[in-house]
């Protein structure tokens, strides 16, 4: 998870990402402020959220899917493997901690490649 959004000011303009002034409501003012710069903001109608949130857009849990579905999974992609650990249509439920530890017990350099 990165970045905030905000009601009112946001703590620096320098990280500020998108701003939605507001007229005639309580606040003037919605931020997303996002210091690492690795957050995302989607606008959607109701149809378009019903499908950002579908379960088709989720893969397989990490405490069921088998060896041969992760490797599906990922054996074209061109990104690093901790990446694609990470990727939650690949493999759900692995975040940046659990896919160092995976990779360090299995001896596995994070940056080498899916495809390879």
């Known amino acids: 998870?990165?970045?905030?959004?905000?009601?009112?000011?946001?703590?620096?303009?320098?990280?500020?990402?998108?701003?939605?002034?507001?007229?005639?409501?309580?606040?003037?003012?919605?931020a997303f402020w996002d210091r690492r710069g690795l957050g995302q903001v989607f606008l959607l109608d109701k149809n378009g959220?019903?499908?950002?949130v579908s379960p088709a857009r989720i893969g397989p849990d990490a405490l069921d899917i088998t060896p041969e579905q992760l490797r599906d999974n990922l054996k074209n992609r061109r990104i690093a493997i901790k990446v694609g650990l990470l990727?939650?249509?690949?493999?759900?439920?692995?975040?940046?901690?659990?896919a160092s530890?995976?990779?360090?017990?299995?001896?596995?350099?994070p940056r080498k490649r899916c495809n390879r």
């Open 87 to 98: 990727d939650q249509k690949a493999i759900a439920g692995v975040g940046n901690i659990y």
């Open 49 to 52: 959220l019903s499908e950002y």
């Open 1 to 30: 998870m990165t970045g905030l959004m905000l009601v009112g000011e946001p703590p620096t303009a320098e990280h500020l990402r998108f701003e939605i002034e507001l007229t005639g409501a309580d606040c003037d003012r919605i």
């Open 101 to 109: 530890e995976i990779l360090h017990l299995a001896g596995i350099d």
